[in-house]
């Protein structure tokens, strides 16, 4: 059975960090891209990062770039997230997907990916 199951969540004061994982079992994350994805209450999905499938490109929306870093361990089979000078608005839950194929690319909307991990609450609060 494919699966993705995030981990890493938590409650962080604001301007702190937090480090997110995606793990993978069932299938080899060799061949697939990977996003990161997060949903406030009462707002949209929104992709937040997301990593192709060799590595060698990375992409991040102006609302977390240079806060936000993805990276990937395909010895390990997960990808993570690494999150710094969090902001209050960055509170959702974190999901991550799995794309298969892009190799060079990979797209910050949500619609390709197609497997989903069932998520992980960031709260950023004082």
């Known amino acids: 059975q494919l699966q993705l199951v995030e981990s890493g969540g938590g409650l962080v004061q604001p301007g702190g960090s937090l480090r997110l994982s995606c793990a993978a079992s069932?299938?080899?994350?060799?061949?697939?891209?990977i996003g990161w994805f997060r949903q406030a209450p009462g707002k949209g999905r929104e992709g937040v990062s997301c990593?192709?499938?060799?590595?060698?490109?990375?992409n991040y929306p102006v609302s977390v770039k240079g806060r936000f870093t993805i990276s990937r361990d395909n010895a390990k089979n997960t990808v993570y997230l690494q999150m710094n000078s969090l902001k209050p608005e960055d509170t959702a839950v974190y999901y991550c997907?799995?794309?298969?194929?892009?190799?060079?690319?990979?797209?910050?909307?949500?619609?390709?990916?197609?497997?989903w991990g069932q998520g992980t609450q960031v709260t950023v609060s004082s």
């Open positions: 997907a799995a794309l298969r194929g892009g190799s060079y690319y990979c797209p910050l909307g949500s619609g390709p990916y197609e497997y």
């Open positions: 069932g299938f080899t994350l060799d061949y697939y891209a």
């Open positions: 990593i192709s499938s060799r590595g060698g490109f990375t």
